[in-house]
């Protein structure tokens, strides 16, 4: 497939779309359908795309492997860190309503950034199963 | 009306896919298979789970299914012996759980005791309390905090655990040719 210029004039065009609709899913995830979930398996699939279009290599070069094998914990981490956070400024472990003056706000705080760490975790992880699943052909080669 | 029409849909895409021995075209209908969910959902109104269903099942399974099938032949072959009791063991465990369906309350019935529990609070005091328009997002990442950061954990273990199976080997391999 390396070689098909219409499929790679095409994936070029696609790919910041689909990358900007997975920011879009992020970010509009508290007014609309969607969340981290879901937009990190919509921005692993634009790498996923890159990858089955323009190599594995190439691929690995725009999102490397140690990137992604941390971007697995650090979603996590990042999760976690929201509940030590609301630990620290004296309420519960996952508690919101500290993390800002007004509680409201302190939701919306602690929404966002849980939500950054499901998509975080969530993308490295699938990219991850991508690369080590198309790895083993090359090996086996 | 429409969801019927697409679960009778679905039930056809199963029936060619046990019918099948080209596992190529089992996994592109197993794509058009959550497509047909995803749409069922989107017309239950569950916009969130069909936007799920819609990357993860038909776009990002697919893809490692087709990885996959790179890596072994694509033509099923025939089985040695016939699976009746299989058969027989997963019909009745349908036919249980269709038993089940039975007993529940209609769909949309809002008198059903799922929407008498927890469900009246979440939708009075979340503009209270956490003031964000979906619903879903709130009840997800707020008022089951805990619940999602163990399955993002599960995913993160989900992931540690393909590594762990299949790096071992990577390198075995490599000390092969060394």
């Known amino acids: 497939m390396k070689h098909d210029l219409i499929l790679r004039v095409m994936a070029k065009l696609l790919i910041p779309f689909i990358l900007l609709f997975a920011l879009y899913v992020q970010f509009h995830g508290d007014f609309g359908p969607g969340g981290g979930f879901q937009a990190g398996v919509i921005l692993a699939a634009g790498v996923i795309f890159y990858a089955l279009i323009y190599g594995l290599p190439d691929a690995r070069k725009v999102v490397p492997e140690p990137l992604v094998e941390s971007m697995m914990a650090i979603g996590v981490l990042i999760y976690a860190g929201v509940g030590v956070a609301g630990l620290i400024l004296g309420g519960n472990y996952l508690d919101y309503f500290v993390l800002d003056t007004n509680p409201v706000t302190g939701q919306h705080r602690g929404i966002f950034w849980v939500e950054v760490g499901v998509a975080t975790t969530v993308s490295g992880v699938m990219l991850k199963i991508f690369y080590m699943f198309t790895d083993r052909g090359n090996v086996d080669e | ?178």
């Open chain 2, 1 to 178: 009306m429409i969801i019927n029409v697409l679960l009778s849909f679905m039930a056809f895409t199963v029936l060619v896919i046990v019918r099948s021995r080209n596992l190529f075209g089992v996994v592109i209908l197993g794509g058009i298979y959550s497509f047909l969910m995803a749409t069922v959902l989107v017309a239950m109104d569950a916009v969130d789970v069909a936007m799920t269903e819609a990357s993860v099942g038909a776009g990002i399974s697919t893809v490692l299914f087709l990885g996959a099938l790179y890596l072994c032949k694509s033509e099923e072959s025939r089985p040695v012996y016939k699976p009746w009791l299989p058969l027989i063991v997963s019909i009745s465990v349908g036919a249980v759980l269709v038993y089940g369906t039975l007993g529940l309350p209609e769909f949309s019935n809002s008198g059903s005791p799922i929407h008498q529990h927890v469900v009246p609070r979440y939708l009075t005091e979340m503009k209270k309390e956490v003031d964000v328009p979906n619903v879903v997002t709130a009840v997800l990442a707020s008022y089951r905090g805990y619940d999602t950061l163990g399955e993002t954990t599960v995913v993160f273990t989900a992931g540690a655990g393909v590594i762990a199976l299949l790096r071992r080997r990577r390198r075995g391999s490599r000390e092969d040719k060394a």
